[in-house]
């Protein structure tokens, strides 16, 4: 499985961006897939995720962004996407596309429970 995330940039507060993410190889509708964001000299964290089929395509937010960020996903184009409102000065970092097809949901706020992972979008939201 393949990664490719895109759509970062660099955004006022109050401000949105869109994050997509294209995936390849293999069945798409099985994966979890999540965002994590990682900013500088911080660990990575949960941003959001969907589950797969198995999982009803339930989705997850971490607190921080429930409200602001929608995760979606459209497996007839193997891509997700993380909808993002209202950007604020916290919300600034790399941003990471990650899947797995195997999570149970205890682990999908833990990135060392992903097995795939795409390469990263910076987000910057400053004035």
């Known amino acids: 499985v393949q990664l490719q995330a895109s759509g970062g940039g660099l955004v006022q507060p109050g401000e949105s961006l869109r994050l997509s993410c294209v995936i390849s190889g293999g069945s798409v509708s099985t994966l979890t897939v999540g965002w994590f964001r990682q900013a500088p000299g911080k660990e990575r964290e949960f941003v959001a995720a969907?589950?797969?089929?198995?999982?009803?395509?339930?989705?997850h937010y971490a607190d921080s962004v429930r409200g602001r960020f929608t995760i979606s996903r459209d497996n007839a184009k193997k891509a997700a996407t993380l909808q993002m409102n209202s950007l604020k000065p916290e919300d600034t970092a790399v941003y990471y596309c990650?899947?797995?097809?195997?999570?149970?949901?205890?682990?999908?706020?833990?990135?060392?429970?992903?097995?795939?992972w795409g390469q990263g979008t910076q987000v910057t939201v400053s004035s």
């Open positions: 990650t899947a797995d097809r195997h999570l149970i949901l205890s682990s999908i706020r833990d990135f060392r429970q992903y097995d795939y």
């Open positions: 969907i589950r797969g089929s198995g999982g009803g395509g339930s989705r």
